[in-house]
């Protein structure tokens, strides 16, 4: 059951690569302001891994410009895009549940929206991976659930089905601090009405 929840994951955002980007490209919302939290701690080259970079706009974009980035995501459809929109970061087409980087790898990860549709069963081993590819002091800058949601599926989001999966916010706080993280700051924010108008917590976290 794993694998068609990825699958219809990576169908539906196959399905609207170009609907979902021209959404996302609309404005750049309090989601995207907490980038500049993450880059004002990094030096300029740093290594930056962007887990789940869809088309690589906004966000892997606004990285691009100052640091060495790697965007990962395994829709084909959203790296074709992404390949052509930041062409100065690296692409990988790839599941980031089975990223095999060597440790301390990155100075930086970022993630948003993408753990959410990854069982939720899943989501401490790939904090874990998070933790292992980051450097010593590297930072970590998540999208996670706010809410208890064991699984959903909707049939008809922005044109298409998508599952999601996640843990309540306190939860989720926890497993980033089990897996040797110090959190640096945890704020929910509520996502644009055209993509559900739901909450999302947002994390910055250290590898100490």
Request: net charge negative; charged share 25%.
């Amino acid at each position: 059951m794993v694998d068609e929840h990825k699958k219809i994951v990576r169908e539906g955002y196959d399905t609207i690569a170009e609907s979902y980007l021209a959404a996302r490209s609309e404005s750049y919302p309090r989601d995207i302001e907490l980038l500049q939290e993450l880059t004002q701690r990094l030096p300029k080259g740093a290594r930056v891994l962007d887990a789940g970079c869809g088309s690589g706009v906004p966000v892997t974009r606004i990285l691009s410009q100052s640091f060495n980035v790697v965007g990962v995501d395994f829709s084909e459809e959203q790296i074709r895009l992404a390949r052509e929109l930041v062409p100065e970061a690296e692409f990988i087409c790839q599941d980031i549940t089975g990223l095999d980087f060597a440790e301390e790898s990155f100075d930086a990860i970022c993630s948003y929206y993408a753990i959410i549709h990854i069982p939720r069963d899943e989501h401490l081993g790939l904090l874990q991976s998070f933790y292992r590819m980051l450097k010593i002091s590297g930072l970590a800058l998540l999208c996670m659930g706010a809410g208890d949601l064991p699984e959903d599926i909707a049939d008809d989001w922005l044109g298409t089905r998508l599952y999601w999966s996640h843990f309540d916010a306190e939860t989720n706080l926890k497993m980033i601090v089990d897996c040797g993280f110090r959190i640096i700051w945890s704020r929910r924010i509520t996502e644009q009405l055209v993509f559900g108008g739901g909450e999302h917590l947002f994390v910055l976290a250290q590898k100490d």
